[in-house]
DNA sequence: GCGACAG
DNA sequence: ATCTTGTCGC
């Protein structure tokens, strides 16, 4: 588990995402979609108190029941800067993913992983840190671009950098509605990421595991505010 | 130089 | 991310 390194400004953050990024390991397929666990990660924040929630769900990922889940609360370290969110979110990240009782197996952001601007997104950022398989899966393509895909749940078309590389895919989880941008994080393959977002997706546009760690989250703030 | 920009 | 009522729809 490489440690995590909270830098002091944001051109040191950006040596550090550049050094780490050597790290990613991309050739490797990743858990087969439909079973093991499935971790969710997410977080909110309050910014009048400087106070960070993290939430981590582990899900059984062929019934999608819960297994385990915990939270951890702490204090803002870093702005947002886009480009330089993991920062901001992966400390209380893995302070909750540490108070596990259950490995997380296969872990899923509410970000991106390849499809950043340095190619080290916050999913590629824990997947490292961590040492476990980890995807990126945004509600908006930030700064790149894509066509529409085809209106049925499934339908995919790729997410392209201004070079022109296949940073990840704006995948239709649902009919008929907006498609969520999946990228690979860390020793995950983008089709393999793609299933098990559909997986997790079955209902929702947003994976069952963001939705349930994103509510989780902010009910830990909320408690550990009022 | 200025604006845009995951959460 | 967060600020925020009612409202449309299953």
């Known amino acids: 588990m490489t440690p995590f390194e909270m830098p002091a400004d944001e051109t040191a953050a950006r040596a550090v995402q550049d050094e780490l ?21 997410d977080v909110a ?5 400087d106070v960070v929630a993290a939430a981590a769900v582990v899900l059984d990922a062929a019934t999608l029941a819960v297994v385990d889940e915990a939270t951890a609360v702490g204090r803002v ?4 800067v886009p480009g330089l969110l993991a920062f901001r979110e992966i400390p209380t990240v893995l302070a909750a993913l540490a108070a596990l009782t259950s490995p997380p197996g ?18 590629s950022h824990l997947g490292v840190v961590t040492g476990l398989p980890a995807i990126g899966v945004a509600k908006n393509p930030f700064l790149f671009t894509y066509d529409e895909p085809g209106p049925r749940r499934g339908d995919f078309t790729p997410l392209l950098a201004d070079d022109g590389e296949e940073v990840g895919r704006a995948l239709r989880t649902q009919e008929g509605v907006k498609p969520v941008f999946v990228s690979v994080g860390h020793r995950v393959d983008l089709a393999t ?28 703030l909320r408690e550990a505010t009022t």
Request: charged content about 30%.
């Open 21 to 41: 990024r050597g790290r990613v390991v991309l050739d490797e397929p990743g858990p087969e979609p439909g079973t093991g666990l499935v971790t969710g990660v």
């Open 45 to 49: 924040y309050d910014d009048e108190r």
């Open 77 to 80: 370290t870093f702005p947002y």
């Open 106 to 123: 296969l872990v899923v952001c509410d970000g991106y992983g390849r499809a950043h601007p340095r190619r080290f997104g916050l999913a």
């Open 193 to 220: 990421a793609c299933a098990h977002t559909l997986r997790l997706a079955a209902d929702y546009r947003l994976p069952e595991s963001t939705r349930r760690a994103d509510a989780l989250c902010r009910r830990a």
